[in-house]
């Protein structure tokens, strides 16, 4: 059995869609986030290091055309690439003034542009920004995807990792955007040391519940310098095995809408930036053992999504 048959894998979504492979070009804006500069919360999420999530992205001092065309060069000639996405990473892209907001976004419109995607926070969402973007789909024919960090639906957690927002700002987010119909990413770090495989269903319950398009998976992987660098330098948080791991991507996928799209299904960092990252097997791998775990057991997405739509109503069917 294929890998996309076992679940909806973002590179297929893309092809059918685009009808071809469609590249995503990181862009690195100068921009930090509120849970960071004192506007929510000071030191950001727990885990977040210096770099944010942009360890492979070109220099903000370079513009959004620049960091645009630089990296569009570099694909289409090892991948003969023609069609891509302007993929905003990282930080908090909508935390910033509206007007300079609609400037870089407006720097991304080029023909061979298909789809804009801007990562940002659920507390970071507002009707005068999604407005903007709505005026650039209809009037630049570009499709847009808003990728929300959440992490965890288990709002005890929020709190622990320093999130600065809890669910409901999440769900709030999440109907604002789909009123316009943008695509909605959610991120989520499955092995949480203070969730448990309960918290991961629920995960994807939620998810599914929403309807949200598509999700991308995070192993927990810790940067030195950060407050969980610390708590595990110091011993005071236990990580789960690979094995976990698996059985809990594996459990989160049979929980979700077989519609939903899966961006990834592990995260990954650079060794030399962090003090422990994917139990020091490269992604690649892990991810071969999910696909041959799931083959093995007859798994695949969905399977257990039975839980929507009067689920008690069906005795009577
Ligand atoms: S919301 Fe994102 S950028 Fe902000 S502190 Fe958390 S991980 Fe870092």
Redesign the pocket.
């Known amino acids: 059995m294929e890998e996309n048959k076992l679940y909806r894998v973002y590179s297929k979504y893309l092809k059918e869609k685009y009808g071809e492979k469609v590249y995503k070009l990181p862009i690195n804006l100068p921009v930090?986030?509120?849970?960071?500069d004192g506007c929510v919360g000071y030191g950001?999420?727990i885990?977040?290091g210096e770099k944010?999530?942009g360890f492979e992205n070109l220099s903000n001092v370079l513009s959004v055309r620049e960091q645009l065309i630089k990296n569009k060069d570099y694909i289409s000639k090892r991948y003969k690439a023609m069609k891509f996405i302007a993929y905003f990473q990282?930080?908090?892209n909508t935390y910033l003034p509206l007007e300079r907001f609609k400037g870089y976004i407006k720097e991304a419109i080029m023909d061979d542009i298909v789809e804009i995607d801007i990562s940002t926070?659920p507390d970071c969402i507002s009707e005068k920004y999604l407005k903007f973007l709505d005026s650039v789909k209809k009037e630049y024919d570009k499709n847009i995807t808003v990728e929300l960090?959440l992490q965890t639906v288990n709002y005890h957690t929020l709190k622990k990792i320093n999130?600065?927002h809890s669910l409901a700002e999440f769900i709030d987010s999440v109907q604002r955007i789909k009123k316009y119909g943008f695509n909605i990413c959610v991120h989520l770090i499955l092995n949480l040391p203070w969730d448990d495989m309960d918290d991961v269903i629920e995960n994807a319950k939620i998810i599914s519940a929403l309807g949200i398009e598509q999700v991308k998976l995070h192993s927990l992987y810790i940067v030195e310098d950060t407050i969980i660098g610390k708590m595990y330098k110091e011993g005071r948080i236990k990580l789960g095995s690979k094995d976990e791991y698996i059985k809990r991507v594996i459990t989160f996928l049979e929980y979700l809408h077989p519609d939903i799209v899966v961006q990834r299904l592990i995260g990954r960092a650079p060794k030399e930036d962090t003090l422990f990252v994917n139990w020091d097997t490269s992604w690649w791998k892990i991810k071969d053992e999910i696909i041959k775990t799931m083959k093995q057991n007859n798994s695949y997405q969905g399977k257990r999504c039975n839980y929507l739509n009067g689920k008690a109503l069906i005795k009577f069917n």
């Open positions: 930090t986030c509120p849970n960071r950001g999420c885990f977040c944010g999530a990282n930080f908090t926070r960090g999130r600065g």
